[in-house]
C-alpha cells in the first residue's frame, strides 16, 4: 500500500517545501493554493519519507577519505554494542524502538548505517523494531566487508526476522564498500587484507540467496570516487562487472566533505574538471550495459537512470557550486545520529534537536516540527549551501519533476 502513497507523499512534500504549507485535505483545493492560505501549518508538516539512521559511530577501517573512527580507540568487535564518545553514549535498541515507533509508517527508505552498522551485536533487534514499527519498503545497509563471516551471520539472522515479520515483499540491499582493486582497496581503506575479504564477503551475501525462498535480498557494490583513485575507476567497472554472479547494483558516490566524518578541509573531492575526465568513459558504459542492454533488469536500469542523473547533477554541484534543483535535505529526508541528534543531512550535520531531550521524549515529529528546524529548513530552501551527498540527491531528484522527468525519459528511451 506505501508504494501506491509514496506518490501523494512526494506531492504533499513539495508543496511544503515551495509554499511552506502542508497539502491537508482542507488545502487540496485549487482555491485554497492563494497566496492567503499559504502559510506554515506546523502541526500539519509531513514527515520525511527517507531516514539515514547512525546505529553506531564505530568503525574497524581506517579510510583515508572518512575520519568516524578516530572517535574511538577501540573498535574490536567483541566490544559491547553501546559505545561512549566523551560524554555521549550511543542508542540502545530499546531507544530506537522508540524512535521507530514514533516514526510509523511515513518511512519509505531506510538506511541502517554508521560506522561499521555490523558492529552493534544487536543490529539484528534494531531491525525488528523497524520492521515492525515502520515497514519501510526499502532498508540498505551498507558495509566495509571487513569481517565475511560476522556478516554473514548477522544477514542470516536478518532475512529470518523479515520473513517471521511477513516483511517478505520489501527490499533489504547490502552495499559492500569497494574502492580499488588489490591493494589499491587496502590502502584506501587502511586494513590489510580488506579487498579479499571484500571478495569473501561478497561471495557469502549471493549465496544467501539461494538458501531463502524470495528473500528480496539484494547485493550491491558501492564505490567512493575521491583523490586517491580517481584514475583507476574504470579498472574498479570492470572487476565489478565480471563479478560472478552480477551484484544488483554498482554505485559510485564522491567522496564529501562532512561534518559528521570529520573531513571538512580534508581535499577528499575531487575537482569538476579531473571527476569529468575520469568519468566521461564510464557514463556511456553504464548507459551501454544497462539502459540499452534489453536483457537488463528493470529494476537495475531504473536504478541506474537515476544515478545517471546524479552523476549530472553532480558535475553542476562542483563547477557551479550552488543547488542544481532544490534540496529536499530537512524536508523529505533526514538522519538521525548515534546520539539522538536529529540533522537535516550529515554534510552540516546541525541538530534540528535530540530525540533524548526531556521535551523531546524520543518523538521524532517533536524534534521535526520544532522552530530550530524551521529555521534549518529555511537555509536550505534559500539556497546557502550545496553538496554531492548521494542519499539527499536521490530524494531530491524524486520530489523535483525535472529531474524525475529525465530518470524517466532514460528509462523509456
Given at each position: 500500500?506505501?508504494?501506491?502513497?509514496?506518490?501523494?507523499?512526494?506531492?504533499?512534500?513539495?508543496?511544503?517545501?515551495?509554499?511552506?504549507?502542508?497539502?491537508?485535505?482542507?488545502?487540496?483545493?485549487?482555491?485554497?493554493?492563494?497566496?492567503?492560505?499559504?502559510?506554515?501549518?506546523?502541526?500539519?508538516?509531513?514527515?520525511?519519507?527517507?531516514?539515514t539512521?547512525?546505529?553506531?559511530?564505530?568503525?574497524?577501517?581506517?579510510?583515508?577519505?572518512?575520519?568516524?573512527?578516530?572517535?574511538?580507540?577501540?573498535?574490536?568487535?567483541?566490544?559491547?554494542?553501546?559505545?561512549?564518545?566523551?560524554s555521549?553514549?550511543?542508542?540502545?535498541?530499546?531507544?530506537f524502538?522508540?524512535?521507530?515507533?514514533?516514526?510509523?509508517?511515513?518511512?519509505?527508505?531506510?538506511?541502517?548505517?554508521?560506522?561499521?552498522?555490523?558492529?552493534?551485536?544487536?543490529?539484528?533487534?534494531?531491525?525488528?523494531?523497524?520492521?515492525?514499527?515502520?515497514?519501510?519498503?526499502?532498508?540498505?545497509?551498507?558495509?566495509?566487508?571487513?569481517?565475511?563471516?560476522?556478516?554473514?551471520?548477522?544477514?542470516?539472522?536478518?532475512?529470518?526476522?523479515?520473513?517471521?515479520?511477513?516483511?517478505?515483499?520489501?527490499?533489504?540491499?547490502?552495499?559492500?564498500?569497494?574502492?580499488?582493486?588489490?591493494s589499491?582497496?587496502?590502502?584506501?581503506?587502511?586494513?590489510?587484507?580488506?579487498?579479499?575479504?571484500?571478495?569473501a564477503?561478497?561471495?557469502?551475501l549471493t549465496?544467501?540467496?539461494?538458501?531463502?525462498?524470495?528473500?528480496?535480498?539484494?547485493?550491491?557494490?558501492?564505490?567512493?570516487?575521491?583523490?586517491?583513485n580517481?584514475?583507476?575507476?574504470?579498472?574498479?567497472?570492470?572487476?565489478?562487472?565480471g563479478?560472478?554472479?552480477?551484484?544488483?547494483?554498482?554505485?559510485?558516490?564522491?567522496?564529501?566533505?562532512?561534518?559528521?566524518?570529520?573531513?571538512?578541509?580534508s581535499g577528499?573531492?575531487?575537482?569538476y574538471?579531473s571527476?569529468?575526465?575520469?568519468?566521461?568513459?564510464?557514463?556511456?558504459?553504464?548507459?551501454?550495459?544497462?539502459?540499452?542492454?534489453?536483457?537488463?533488469?528493470?529494476?537495475?536500469?531504473?536504478?541506474?537512470?537515476?544515478?545517471?542523473?546524479?552523476?549530472?547533477?553532480?558535475?553542476?554541484?562542483?563547477?557551479?557550486?550552488?543547488?542544481p534543483?532544490?534540496?529536499?535535505?530537512?524536508?523529505?529526508?533526514?538522519?538521525?545520529?548515534?546520539?539522538?541528534?536529529?540533522?537535516?543531512?550529515?554534510?552540516?550535520?546541525?541538530?534540528?534537536?535530540?530525540?533524548r531531550?526531556?521535551?523531546?521524549?524520543?518523538?521524532?515529529?517533536?524534534?521535526?516540527?520544532?522552530?530550530?528546524?524551521?529555521?534549518?529548513?529555511?537555509?536550505?530552501?534559500?539556497?546557502?549551501?550545496?553538496?554531492?551527498?548521494?542519499n539527499?540527491?536521490?530524494?531530491?531528484?524524486?520530489?523535483?519533476?525535472?529531474?524525475?522527468?529525465?530518470?524517466?525519459?532514460?528509462?523509456?528511451?
Open positions: 500500500m506505501l508504494k501506491f502513497l509514496l506518490p501523494l507523499k512526494v506531492l504533499n512534500l513539495k508543496a511544503f517545501r515551495t509554499f511552506g504549507v502542508a497539502l491537508t485535505p482542507a488545502r487540496l483545493s485549487p482555491a485554497h493554493l492563494s497566496p492567503a492560505h499559504l502559510t506554515p501549518a506546523r502541526g500539519s508538516l509531513p514527515l520525511p519519507i527517507n531516514y539512521v547512525s546505529v553506531t559511530n564505530r568503525c574497524n577501517a581506517r579510510c583515508k577519505t572518512c575520519n568516524i573512527w578516530r572517535l574511538y580507540d577501540d573498535c574490536d568487535e567483541e566490544q559491547p554494542a553501546l559505545r561512549r564518545s566523551g555521549r553514549l550511543e542508542l540502545s535498541a530499546g531507544e524502538a522508540r524512535i521507530f515507533e514514533s516514526v510509523g509508517k511515513s518511512a519509505y527508505w531506510v538506511t541502517l548505517s554508521g560506522g561499521e552498522p555490523f558492529l552493534r551485536s544487536d543490529l539484528v533487534e534494531i531491525y525488528d523494531a523497524l520492521a515492525r514499527h515502520c515497514s519501510p519498503n526499502i532498508v540498505n545497509i551498507p558495509t566495509n566487508a571487513t569481517a565475511p563471516r560476522l556478516v554473514e551471520r548477522r544477514v542470516r539472522e536478518l532475512l529470518e526476522v523479515k520473513n517471521k515479520t511477513k516483511k517478505g515483499k520489501s527490499d533489504l540491499i547490502l552495499n559492500l564498500s569497494l574502492d580499488g582493486v588489490g589499491l582497496h587496502d590502502e584506501i581503506r587502511g586494513v590489510a587484507g580488506n579487498f579479499e575479504k571484500f571478495v564477503t561478497y561471495e557469502r549465496a544467501l540467496k539461494q538458501d531463502f525462498e524470495n528473500p528480496r535480498l539484494r547485493v550491491g557494490v558501492h564505490t567512493v570516487v575521491s583523490n586517491f580517481l584514475d583507476r575507476l574504470e579498472e574498479i567497472y570492470e572487476f565489478v562487472q563479478l560472478n554472479p552480477k551484484p544488483d547494483s554498482h554505485i559510485f558516490e564522491v567522496a564529501e566533505e562532512r561534518v559528521e566524518l570529520g573531513t571538512v578541509g577528499v573531492t575531487p575537482d574538471r571527476f569529468a575526465a575520469a568519468f566521461a568513459p564510464l557514463r556511456e558504459r553504464i548507459k551501454r550495459d544497462y539502459l540499452k542492454d534489453p536483457e537488463a533488469d528493470f529494476l537495475a536500469r531504473v536504478t541506474q537512470a537515476f544515478r545517471l542523473e546524479y552523476y549530472r547533477l553532480l558535475e553542476k554541484v562542483l563547477t557551479e557550486r550552488r543547488q534543483i532544490p534540496c529536499y535535505a530537512g524536508f523529505a529526508s533526514c538522519q538521525i545520529s548515534a546520539y539522538g541528534d536529529v540533522w537535516a543531512c550529515c554534510v552540516r550535520a546541525e541538530p534540528l534537536g535530540n530525540l531531550a526531556g521535551t523531546a521524549d524520543y518523538d521524532f515529529a517533536w524534534v521535526w516540527r520544532s522552530r530550530k528546524a524551521d529555521e534549518i529548513r529555511a537555509s536550505v530552501r534559500r539556497g546557502e549551501c550545496c553538496c554531492p551527498l548521494a539527499a540527491a536521490y530524494t531530491s531528484m524524486l520530489c523535483d519533476f525535472s529531474a524525475l522527468r529525465r530518470v524517466l525519459g532514460r528509462v523509456v528511451r
